[in-house]
Structures are given as C-alpha cells and as structure tokens.
C-alpha cells in the first residue's frame, strides 16, 4: 500500500504542476492578448481623431481654393473608403491589416496634395483656423507613428509567447492565433524627390 501511495501522490503533484503551468501560460496569453487589443484601440483611436479632423481642414481650404475640387473630392473619397472599413477581427488577418494600411496610405496621399493646395495661397497660410487644424493634424501624424509603433510591440510579445515552446501547445489547445503587424508601405524605403 504505501508503494502505491508514493506513486499516487507522485502522479498529483505531476497534474498539479501541468495544470499550475497550463492556468499560468493561459493567464499570461490573455494578458498579453489584452494588451494588443488596447494597442490596437489607441491606434483606431487616432487614426478617427484624423478622420475627424479632415472635413474641417477641407471646409477650411474650400473658402480660398474653391477651384480645386478634384483635390476635395479625393480627400473626401479616400477619408470615406477608411471609415468604411471593418475592423473586426483586423488583428488576426494580415491581408485585412494590409488593406486597412493601403487605404490610410491613400488618406495620407490626398491629405499631402490637400498641402501642396494650401501652398498656393498665402492668404490660407496666414488663416489662424487652418494653421490650429494643421498643427492639430501634424501632432496626429506623430500620434499615429507612436502608436502604431506600440501597437508593433504588443503584437511582437504575444506572437513571441504563443510561437514559442511549450507556449505553442497551449495557444494551439486554447485558440490563440498570431497577431498582424503594421508594416512599411512599398516603395517606403526610397526617399522621396523633392523638387523646387
């Protein structure tokens, strides 16, 4: 009897520490997993306080450069395609964070020929409304940088704990499925011709 009481209490103490092991691999998976999410939010989070900055920055511009509608229009189009997107379960999906980048790169593209208009007219240049919006828009800009940045991060330490060994079993028996990073646009490691 007392063999067999040895080998009982062995087996416990096994299970025990394989399910400690398990509950502390799964609680840190979730905390981390939680961590993404709220790095995600930021970054959903900025990118609207541009979107919510554009009409203004437009309607702004409108009143001095009415003749450049085409400009308008594709700021207004491209700010309509980024809101339209779902972000649902974006994290997960590499092709949907690509298009969700595709289409925030177009936002920048009309934002910056929205700024080369506004060049063109010292009266706008000198107008306290667009320069308070644009300086607004500038720190957004950096807002973006930095947490997409954050974002990166987060995303890293979970992948990295969900790829690696034991960690890979458990994220497997639990559903954890690694995370998409934002990545450099193509063409984004050429500096661009400045021409005067």
Known sequence: MKKSSIILIAVVVVI????TNAVGKY???VTLEEGVDAAWSQVENVYQRRADLIPNLVATVKGYAEHEQETFTAVTEARS??????LEGITNNPEAMKNFQQSQGQLSSALSR???VMERYPDLKANQNFLDLQTQLEGTENRITVERNRFNKAAQAFNTIIRRFPGSIYAGMFGFERKA???A????????????
């Open 16 to 19: 025990f520490f394989m399910v």
């Open 27 to 29: 609680n840190n998976m």
């Open 81 to 86: 395609k980024v809101s339209s997107i779902n």
């Open 114 to 116: 929205l700024m080369v």
């Open 181 to 183: 990073y934002f990545e």
């Open 185 to 196: 646009e193509s063409g984004a490691e050429k500096a661009p011709k400045v021409e005067f």
